[in-house]
């Protein structure tokens, strides 16, 4: 059983930095990408970033790219999201998520966290 744990979220002023963490536990964690997501109130989830599983390889959505920073720490199996430059657009709950399978990048995700809230004040 894979769980997924997520921290780091809170309230913020505009332009400011938060950096969420995301603690796995359960399997070989170094072997799978990991990804973070986000949902707003009424809208749908979206994908904001996803590493590969040795940290070697990155792909992010145009709305973060150059503010958001997805890491991981394959020794601590935990994967990170520094974001910089905060917008109140960016006041939703975020998620990471794991795969299943080992494929990159990955196009299914089969666990997911519980969410964190992270409120970006103007």
């Known amino acids: 059983q894979v769980q997924l744990v997520e921290s780091g979220g809170g309230l913020v002023q505009a332009g400011g930095s938060l950096r969420l963490s995301c603690a796995a536990s359960?399997?070989?964690?170094?072997?799978?990408?990991r990804s973070w997501f986000r949902q707003a109130p009424g809208k749908e989830r979206d994908f904001l970033a996803t590493?590969?599983?040795?940290?070697?390889?990155?792909d992010y959505a145009d709305s973060v790219k150059g503010r958001f920073t997805i890491s991981r720490d394959n020794a601590k199996n935990t994967v990170y999201l520094q974001m910089n430059s905060l917008k109140p657009e960016d006041t939703a709950v975020y998620y990471c998520?794991?795969?299943?399978?080992?494929?990159?990048?990955?196009?299914?995700?089969?666990?997911w966290g519980q969410g964190t809230q992270v409120t970006v004040s103007s």
């Open positions: 998520a794991a795969p299943a399978s080992l494929r990159w990048p990955p196009v299914q995700y089969d666990y």
């Open positions: 359960g399997r070989t964690f170094s072997m799978y990408a």
């Open positions: 590493i590969s599983s040795s940290g070697g390889s990155t």
